[in-house]
């Protein structure tokens, strides 16, 4: 198996807050991980050293084999493997639904305007607006948004798809239009390391469910042990509050 991500001993602080506490792991080839834990475990942080929005005090992230927390590493060329959509969408407000797609191709991977087109136009189908590509993002519900943020970063042809609670700040009904994109993608074969709530979808589509608390990964394995039947007393209680929230811990 290829490994396609490798974390090593990552560590990040913010100021005396020691956020990720020597985080181990690898993303193969084709795998779809779903990440897990309580809020404030350090899950966003995660994500964000992987594509090096945040820059980690010690350890190391290789994406295909190259070592991106090296300081001879050109940014750009390794961001340009990795697709991140994030909770809140950030599309671009002053660009249309195409517009938003051919930007970072033409700027960055110096496509024309009319193979950018083509490219944006071939996701949006895939994702099920390509009705709506003169449409501006206010104009969209924040389903069609995000599934617009999935269009525009499928558009750069990633290796990897980070995705950060893709689906959290949507309204319940339509959590699903945007789960089912993400299932689609899965089945396509592309590689996906998504933190999320859902956990009807992390056992259905993950390979693999890690679940992070305090900075560390607790456990991880197939989502049938980690949701199904997990071995640490930390998972069994946040499963508990995230499958039954009004559920309390005895004290
Ligand atoms: N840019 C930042 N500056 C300072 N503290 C931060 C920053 N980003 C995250 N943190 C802190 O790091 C911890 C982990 O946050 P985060 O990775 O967002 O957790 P999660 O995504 O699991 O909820 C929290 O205590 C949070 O307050
Ligand atoms: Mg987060």
Redesign the pocket.
């Given at each position: 198996m290829t490994e396609l991500i490798e974390i090593k001993n990552l560590n990040k602080s913010?100021?005396t807050?020691h956020?990720l506490r020597g985080i181990d792991f690898t993303v193969s080839q084709g795998e779809v991980v779903c990440v897990i834990?309580?809020?404030?475990?350090?899950?966003?942080?995660?994500l964000r050293c992987v594509n090096l929005l945040e820059q980690p005090e010690e350890g190391q992230v290789f994406v295909r084999g190259e070592d991106i927390t090296d300081r001879d590493c050109h940014l750009d060329d390794a961001r340009k493997h990795i697709g991140m959509v994030f909770q809140q969408f950030n599309l671009f407000p002053h660009l249309n639904v195409l517009a938003n797609c051919t930007i970072a191709q033409t700027t960055v991977l110096r496509r024309s305007a009319a193979e950018a087109e083509q490219v944006a136009r071939a996701n949006l189908d895939r994702v099920g607006l390509n009705d709506k590509v003169t449409a501006y993002p206010a104009q969209l519900s924040g389903g069609q948004q995000q599934r617009v943020a999935i269009a525009r970063a499928l558009s750069m042809d990633p290796a990897v798809m980070l995705f950060d609670e893709p689906t959290s700040a949507l309204d319940p009904e339509l959590v699903g239009d945007v789960l089912t994109v993400m299932r689609k993608l899965a089945l396509d074969g592309m590689t996906m390391l998504v933190?999320t709530h859902e956990m009807a979808f992390a056992r259905e589509v993950a390979d693999r469910v890690v679940f992070?608390d305090d900075g560390v990964i607790v456990e991880q394995g197939p989502p049938a042990e980690v949701i199904g039947n997990p071995s640490h007393e930390r998972t069994r209680v946040f499963l508990k509050r995230v499958l039954d929230p009004t559920h309390v811990e005895p004290t």
């Open positions: 913010f100021g807050n956020v834990g309580p809020s404030g475990s350090g899950k966003s942080t995660l933190v992070m």
